[in-house]
C-alpha cells in the first residue's frame, strides 16, 4: 500500500522537479530522493522500499531512478529561472548600447544588427536572447560599429568602451552563476542516484559530478570562512 501511495502520489511531483529548469527546485527534489532513500535503508522494518540493506525496485523507484539517469546523461539546461532576471537585464544593456550609436548620430539604424529582447527558461525556443548574443554584442558587433567610426575622438569613445565593460562584467556574472547551479542540481542528482542504488554501469558520470560538488562547497565554505571568520 505504501509503495502505491508513493509511485501514484509522489512520483509525478518528484518527476516534475527533477525537470524542471529552475536549479533550486531540481536540488530539492533531488535532495528528497536522497532522504528519502536514507530513511529506508536506515529504518527497513517500517519502510517497504528497503530490505536487508538494498533499496526494493519499486515502481516509485524504478520511476524516479531512470528520470535522475536521464538527467545526469544530458546536458543541463542552457537558462535557469534563477539567472534570467540577470539576462533580461543584460538584455537591456546590450539594446541600449546598440540603440546610442544612432540616438548620438554615429550610425544609421541599418547599420545596428536586431537581436532577440525575450529570455526564454524554458528550453523551447531558439529565437531568444542568450549570453551568447551578448558576446556577440560585445565582441564582433562593437568592434565592427567601432571601425566604421570617423567622427569621433577616442576620449569620446571611452563612454562606450564603458557600457561595454559592463556588458563584459555582467556576462562573466552569468556564466559563473550558471556554472554554480549546473554543478549543485547535477551533484545533487549524482547523490540521489547513489542513495537510490541506481548508479549505472558507467560511473564517471556520476563520481565526476559528486566530486565536482565536493570542489564547490569546499571554496564555498573557504570563502565563507575567509571573509566572516578571519
Not at 545526469?72 to 538584455?91: D, F, H, K, T
Not at 566604421?148 to 575622438?153: A, F
Not at 554501469?201 to 565536482?212: A, E, P, R, S, Y
Amino acid at each position: 500500500m505504501a509503495n502505491i501511495l508513493q509511485d501514484t502520489i509522489f512520483r509525478d511531483i518528484i518527476l516534475y522537479y527533477v525537470g524542471s529548469t529552475s536549479a533550486l527546485q531540481r536540488v530539492i527534489a533531488c535532495t528528497v530522493v536522497e532522504e528519502y532513500a536514507n530513511l529506508a535503508l536506515a529504518q527497513p522494518s517500517s519502510n517497504p522500499s528497503a530490505q536487508n540493506g538494498n533499496i526494493i525496485p519499486c515502481e516509485f523507484n524504478k520511476h524516479t531512478s531512470e528520470a535522475l539517469l536521464a538527467m545526469i546523461s544530458r546536458e543541463a539546461p542552457s537558462v535557469y529561472q534563477e539567472i534570467a532576471p540577470n539576462l533580461r537585464r543584460l538584455c537591456s544593456e546590450c539594446s541600449n548600447l546598440l540603440n546610442s550609436f544612432v540616438s548620438d548620430g554615429l550610425c544609421t539604424q541599418a547599420q545596428i544588427p536586431q537581436i532577440p529582447t525575450t529570455v526564454d527558461t524554458s528550453g523551447q525556443r531558439s529565437d531568444t536572447f542568450t549570453v551568447a548574443v551578448a558576446e556577440h554584442v560585445s565582441g564582433p558587433v562593437f568592434n565592427d560599429l567601432k571601425k566604421g567610426l570617423t567622427k569621433i575622438k577616442k576620449k569620446e569613445f571611452e563612454t562606450y568602451e564603458a557600457r561595454r565593460s559592463t556588458i563584459v562584467s555582467f556576462i562573466a556574472s552569468c556564466n559563473s552563476s550558471k556554472e554554480r547551479h549546473d554543478v549543485r542540481s547535477m551533484a545533487a542528482c549524482a547523490s540521489a542516484l547513489v542513495a537510490l542504488q541506481a548508479v549505472p554501469v558507467k560511473v564517471g558520470n556520476v563520481v565526476k559530478n559528486l566530486m565536482n560538488g565536493v570542489k564547490v562547497n569546499a571554496i564555498s565554505s573557504y570563502i565563507y570562512a575567509k571573509t566572516y571568520i578571519f
